[in-house]
């Protein structure tokens, strides 16, 4: 089994920053990709940013340029650097490990509020 444990929500004001973390523990290997979902009040879930396990990256366009998603192997580990929040970026956010073999596996989810 694979757990996956968020941290780094919160509120923050417009233009302010944020950054999530999402470490994955138990029986790892062979991750295909690692990534960040969020879901709005009234809205579909949908990816933010998602990382392969080649390094390529992939943003969703209305957080180019102002979201960074990096990793860390050795830890298991995703982040997600939100600079420039918006309002609209208001969502709860989930992560997302898609492994080769052992299947798709979600975060609890983390709250990030944008409001002054």
């Known amino acids: 089994q694979v757990q996956l444990v968020e941290s780094g929500g919160g509120l923050v004001q417009p233009g302010g920053s944020l950054r999530l973390s999402c470490a994955a523990s138990g029986t790892i290997f062979s991750i295909y990709a690692m990534g960040w979902y969020r879901r709005a009040p009234g809205k579909q879930r949908e990816l933010v940013a998602d990382?392969?396990?080649?390094?390529?990256?992939n943003y969703a366009d209305s957080v180019k340029g102002r979201f960074t998603i990096s990793r860390d192997n050795a830890k298991n580990t995703v982040y997600l650097q939100m600079n420039s929040l918006k309002s609209e970026d208001t969502a709860v956010y989930y992560c997302n490990f898609r492994f080769n073999v052992l299947g798709n596996y979600w975060g609890q989810g983390t709250q990030v509020t944008v409001s002054s």
């Open positions: 990382i392969i396990s080649g390094g390529s990256t």
